[in-house]
């Protein structure tokens, strides 16, 4: 996941969905992926100025990642 990361696969920026809903608007964009003590997949995250806002007013207490893991790309 992370070489495919690295090497922009998906030929995109990989953003924070709101809601996991991609109509929404980008929280922010993934800028790397690492390993913690060989086993947590970590990243680091640029927020947009949509989700630093909504992260100062508290709006949301918890962040879960959405993967989607599939063999074959459908896009391309």
């Known amino acids: 996941m ?3 990361f690295d090497e922009n696969v998906r ?3 990989i953003a924070v969905d709101e809601n996991h809903d ?3 608007k ?3 964009r993934y800028r790397k992926l690492y390993i913690v003590d060989s086993e947590a997949l970590r990243a680091t995250v640029e927020l947009t ?3 630093a806002d909504i ?3 508290g709006m949301y207490k918890y962040f879960s990642a959405e993967i989607i ?3 074959k790309d459908e896009e391309s």
């Open 2 to 4: 992370i070489t495919n």
């Open 69 to 71: 893991r599939q063999d």
């Open 26 to 28: 980008a929280m922010g």
């Open 22 to 24: 991609s109509d929404h």
């Open 49 to 51: 100025q949509h989700g």
């Open 11 to 13: 030929g995109v920026e």
């Open 55 to 57: 992260l100062s007013k």
